[in-house]
T-cell receptor, first 113, second 114 residues
Framework: AQTVTQSQPEMSVQEAETVTLSCTYDTSESDYYLFWYKQPPSRQMILVIRQEAYKQQNATENRFSVNFQKAAKSFSLKISDSQLGDAAMYFCALIQGAQKLVFGQGTRLTINP | DTGVSQDPRHKITKRGQNVTFRCDPISEHNRLYWYRQTLGQGPEFLTYFQNEAQLEKSRLLSDRFSAERPKGSFSTLEIQHTEQGDSAMYLC????????????FGPGTRLTVT
């Protein structure tokens, strides 16, 4: 069975600073995708960044980057130059095969002005 | 707007009543997924369709839950004899076949059972 664990229920960061959200996962497959989703309050789930397991290079999307450690089954999200609009719940997720997403419990990120 | 839409956005019902939610996927997407998200938790998979065929159901989907996608377009999720434990956000997502890694989510339907 696949599992995704986010051990930080809440994180906060000063505006313009950098913050890292942690995620660990477990899967028996070698081919899978990992994701970070953002869910602002009362708004829909938005994909932030995606990493394909077979790619060694860490994915980057503007201010968002990941540290993918396949052997350690670790997938952290770094947000640089944090902005007020980054405040949200962040979910780490995994998919293998062609089926369903498996999500972690989420990390609530607060941005302090 | 060509995104995933869900109706209603909010539903309040009394325990024991039946409720039905609708999801309209992105028009060319033949995969449609339902997830349930309880307060403070990540979404959990319920079921998914490939066109009109329901290919997988989670153990979370008790006998009181039924989902359909009759013409391979929109989908409905019905909950019979609602219980307070059914209170949650019900999320719908869609994707192209072979691109489950690109699921687009709708805004969700928040169900409150009183």
């Amino acid at each position: 069975a696949q599992t995704v664990t986010q051990s930080q229920p809440e994180m906060s960061v000063q505006e313009a600073e950098t913050v890292t959200l942690s995620c660990t996962y477990d899967t028996s497959e070698s081919d899978y995708y990992l994701f970070w989703y953002k869910q602002p309050p009362s708004r829909q789930m938005i994909l932030v960044i995606r990493q394909e397991a077979y790619k060694q290079q860490n994915a980057t999307e503007n201010r968002f980057s990941v540290n993918f450690q396949k052997a350690a089954k670790s997938f952290s999200l770094k947000i640089s130059d944090s902005q007020l609009g980054d405040a949200a719940m962040y979910f780490c997720a995994l998919i293998q095969g062609a089926q369903k997403l498996v999500f972690g419990q989420g990390t609530r990120l607060t941005i302090n002005p | 707007d060509t995104g995933v839409s869900q109706d209603p956005r909010h539903k309040i019902t009394k325990r024991g009543q039946n409720v039905t939610f609708r999801c309209d996927p992105i028009s060319e997407h033949n995969r449609l997924y339902w997830y349930r998200q309880t307060l403070g938790q990540g979404p959990e998979f319920l079921t998914y369709f490939q066109n009109e065929a329901q290919l997988e159901k989670s153990r979370l989907l008790s006998d009181r839950f039924s989902a359909e996608r009759p013409k391979g377009s929109f989908s409905t999720l019905e909950i019979q004899h609602t219980e307070q434990g059914d209170s949650a956000m019900y999320l719908c997502a869609s994707s192209l076949t072979g691109k489950a890694y690109e699921q687009y989510f709708g805004p969700g339907t928040r169900l409150t059972v009183t």
